[in-house]
């Protein structure tokens, strides 16, 4: 009886210090699910809640929770001035007045990563998750399904995403991250660096050219800071291992006609128009009818969540869309159009004052590959001509919350 009571005691122990990046990586892990990844949001920001109310003051006089509130308020304030002259007021207001919890779950976070160990031990949970995200989708590609029997369909490898087509978009935020770790792992072995093929290679097979950009994005802000940390048969390996997903890539360029097609139809946006509307998939009747709404409402925009409700008012008679008796679409797909178009150009201002926020600690931190690899996630996930998920939708806007939140905590310790 005693040995019971002292191990259930420390496991209470033991979920007591460890909690809170046991809750961030699960809420990274279920966002293979569709909406489960709320569930540890929501804890977090209720715990964030009760924190504030005990210690109000502590978010002006806490650093790295002053900087968090600014980068909140960048992208909150055009929200709730977009609320004037909205479209659908029900939706807009619901998303601005749901949207400060992920201020609140972000002060949870850095609170509790600022503990010694805390964001090492995300950090090895976070290259965990990649790993068997990666691992699961490369038996789909191999076998026809993945180890939950999800099928391998449309030549796009979905993983523990199926049905939706969403892996390549969050491994491509997260490998500067796993690499990282990898690194810190075992610096005296350069091998563990061999995992930024099956990285790429997952990428690649995910089908999303969105995808791509955000890993060239992420790679391209996190590589150049190891390359100079790292001696000259470091890098030797580095770059092999670059060079060896080049062969893959271009081997898969040749072999694969499901990536061929993509590729090709990528390169098609400098044609004709005809190969321009196929390289985009059908996106410039889209973007055409985003930019007649923002000349319409250029200052505060049509409200957060709004395109869809006023795609019809401003989409030309021949939009392919509404030929096709459909309503439009959701969202713009184009980050910096669809704040353009939801907040205005107020939006859009928030919008550069955090990204440039993030550049510059991003560019302070650049002799800390920690730094770089967190905000080079980070820059990854937020690039402007990103056209993947709704900006403003809660999938997107968790996962990128969660994201600021870790990134400030890896980031400003260091720099205070």
Same mark, same amino acid.
């Given at each position: 009886?005693?040995?019971?009571?002292?191990?259930?005691?420390?496991?209470?122990?033991?979920?007591?210090?460890?909690?809170?990046? #046991? *809750?961030?990586?699960?809420?990274?892990?279920?966002?293979?699910?569709?909406?489960?990844?709320?569930?540890?949001?929501? &804890? &977090?920001?209720?715990?964030?809640?009760?924190?504030?109310?005990? %210690?109000?003051?502590?978010?002006?006089?806490?650093?790295?929770?002053?900087?968090?509130?600014?980068? !909140?308020?960048?992208?909150?304030?055009?929200?709730?001035?977009?609320?004037?002259?909205?479209?659908?007021?029900?939706?807009?207001?619901?998303?601005?007045?749901?949207?400060?919890?992920?201020? /609140?779950?972000?002060?949870?976070? =850095?609170? %509790?990563?600022?503990?010694?160990?805390?964001?090492?031990?995300?950090?090895?949970?976070?290259?965990?998750?990649?790993?068997?995200?990666?691992?699961?989708?490369?038996?789909?590609?191999?076998?026809?399904?993945?180890?939950?029997?999800?099928?391998?369909?449309?030549? #796009?490898?979905?993983?523990?995403?199926?049905?939706?087509?969403?892996?390549?978009?969050?491994?491509?935020?997260?490998?500067?991250?796993?690499?990282?770790?990898?690194?810190?792992?075992?610096?005296?072995?350069?091998?563990?660096?061999?995992?930024?093929?099956? /990285?790429?290679?997952?990428?690649? =097979?995910?089908?999303?050219?969105?995808?791509?950009? #955000?890993?060239?994005?992420?790679?391209?802000?996190?590589?150049?800071?190891? !390359?100079?940390?790292?001696?000259?048969?470091?890098?030797?390996?580095?770059?092999?291992?670059?060079?060896?997903?080049?062969?893959?890539?271009?081997? &898969?360029?040749?072999?694969?006609?499901?990536?061929? $097609?993509?590729?090709?139809?990528?390169?098609?946006?400098?044609?004709?128009?005809?190969?321009? %509307?196929?390289?985009?998939?059908?996106?410039?009747?889209?973007?055409?009818?985003?930019?007649? #709404?923002?000349?319409?409402?250029?200052?505060?925009?049509?409200?957060?969540?709004?395109?869809?409700?006023?795609? $019809?008012?401003?989409?030309?008679?021949?939009?392919?869309?509404?030929?096709?008796?459909?309503?439009?679409?959701?969202?713009?797909?184009?980050?910096?159009?669809?704040?353009?178009?939801?907040?205005?150009?107020?939006?859009?201002?928030? !919008?550069?004052?955090?990204?440039?926020?993030?550049? $510059?600690?991003?560019?302070?931190?650049?002799?800390?590959?920690?730094?770089?690899?967190?905000?080079?996630? =980070?820059?990854?996930?937020? !690039?402007?001509?990103?056209?993947?998920?709704?900006?403003?939708?809660?999938?997107?806007?968790?996962?990128?919350? *969660?994201?600021?939140?870790?990134? *400030?905590?890896?980031?400003?310790?260091?720099?205070?």
């Amino acid at each position: 009886m005693t040995k019971s009571l002292n191990s259930i005691s420390s496991i209470g122990r033991y979920l007591a210090d460890n909690h809170a990046w #046991m *809750l961030v990586a699960a809420a990274v892990l279920l966002l293979s699910t569709d909406t489960l990844s709320l569930v540890p949001l929501a &804890m &977090m920001a209720a715990l964030g809640i009760y924190r504030v109310g005990r %210690e109000p003051q502590s978010i002006y006089r806490d650093r790295t929770q002053r900087v968090l509130l600014f980068l !909140f308020l960048c992208l909150w304030l055009p929200q709730l001035v977009s609320l004037v002259g909205v479209v659908n007021l029900e939706r807009s207001a619901r998303i601005a007045s749901l949207y400060p919890l992920y201020l /609140f779950c972000g002060v949870f976070i =850095l609170r %509790e990563l600022a503990r010694p160990g805390n964001l090492t031990r995300l950090s090895l949970a976070l290259l965990l998750i990649v790993v068997f995200w990666c691992v699961d989708a490369l038996v789909q590609y191999a076998t026809g399904t993945n180890l939950l029997g999800y099928p391998y369909q449309d030549g #796009m490898l979905s993983g523990m995403f199926y049905p939706k087509l969403r892996l390549g978009i969050i491994l491509a935020v997260l490998v500067p991250i796993a690499l990282e770790t990898v690194r810190n792992v075992n610096r005296d072995s350069l091998y563990p660096w061999l995992l930024l093929i099956p /990285f790429t290679v997952v990428v690649l =097979l995910s089908g999303r050219r969105s995808a791509w950009l #955000m890993l060239i994005i992420g790679l391209s802000a996190y590589l150049p800071l190891v !390359f100079i940390s790292l001696s000259s048969r470091a890098r030797y390996i580095i770059a092999g291992a670059l060079c060896v997903a080049a062969v893959l890539v271009g081997t &898969m360029y040749f072999k694969s006609p499901d990536i061929n $097609r993509r590729i090709v139809l990528l390169t098609g946006i400098l044609g004709s128009e005809y190969q321009a %509307e196929r390289a985009t998939s059908m996106r410039t009747p889209i973007w055409d009818t985003a930019g007649n #709404m923002f000349r319409d409402n250029w200052l505060n925009g049509v409200g957060p969540r709004g395109f869809r409700y006023a795609y $019809r008012d401003y989409a030309e008679d021949d939009n392919y869309f509404v030929r096709q008796g459909q309503d439009g679409q959701t969202h713009p797909h184009l980050v910096f159009l669809e704040i353009a178009v939801e907040t205005g150009v107020i939006g859009l201002a928030g !919008f550069i004052l955090f990204y440039l926020v993030i550049l $510059r600690y991003w560019w302070r931190g650049r002799h800390s590959t920690i730094n770089g690899a967190w905000t080079a996630a =980070l820059l990854a996930a937020t !690039f402007p001509l990103n056209a993947h998920l709704a900006f403003y939708g809660s999938y997107w806007s968790g996962f990128l919350w *969660l994201l600021i939140a870790c990134v *400030l905590a890896a980031v400003l310790p260091r720099q205070s």
